[in-house]
């Protein structure tokens, strides 16, 4: 009995560090997505991206993190978002995978 309670309190304390493992390596790819350009701080999202897909402007005002205008060129910006959006979510799919393993021994 004293062998099943003890693999349980294992099994359990392995789930949450994983779920805590998780948690806290998604918040360090969130700070991942941040890139500066022209003075300003933005992230990379999808919907970021898609804003400035949709656009046919060279230049565009937009407002970055800290909620200031920045007048950027948008195609500069979308380069520079996708390269940083495609490099958090290569890097966070790789460093889950990782933990889904770790998780499994």
């Keep these: 009995?004293?062998?099943?309670?003890?693999?349980?309190?294992?099994r359990?304390?392995?789930?949450?560090?994983?779920?805590?493992?998780?948690?806290?390596?998604?918040?360090?790819?969130?700070s991942d997505l941040h890139f500066t350009l022209s003075g300003g701080l933005f992230k990379a999202t999808p919907e970021l991206i898609a804003f400035l897909n949709l656009y046919?402007?060279?230049?565009?005002v937009i407002e970055d993190t800290y909620q200031n205008p920045i007048k950027v060129n948008r195609i500069?910006?979308?380069?520079?978002?996708?390269?940083?959006?495609?490099?958090?979510?290569n890097a966070w799919h790789i460093q889950?995978?990782?933990?889904?393993?770790?998780?499994?021994?």
């Excluded at 009995?1 to 309190?9: A, K, S, W």
């Excluded at 889950?96 to 021994?105: G, M, N, Y």
């Design 1 to 10: 009995m004293t062998t099943e309670i003890n693999q349980l309190v294992a």
């Design 12 to 30: 359990i304390k392995q789930a949450t560090d994983y779920q805590t493992n998780k948690r806290i390596l998604r918040e360090k790819i969130q």
């Design 56 to 60: 046919d402007l060279y230049e565009m």
């Design 76 to 89: 500069a910006m979308l380069e520079l978002a996708k390269q940083h959006y495609q490099m958090a979510m």
């Design 96 to 105: 889950h995978e990782e933990l889904k393993r770790a998780r499994k021994v």
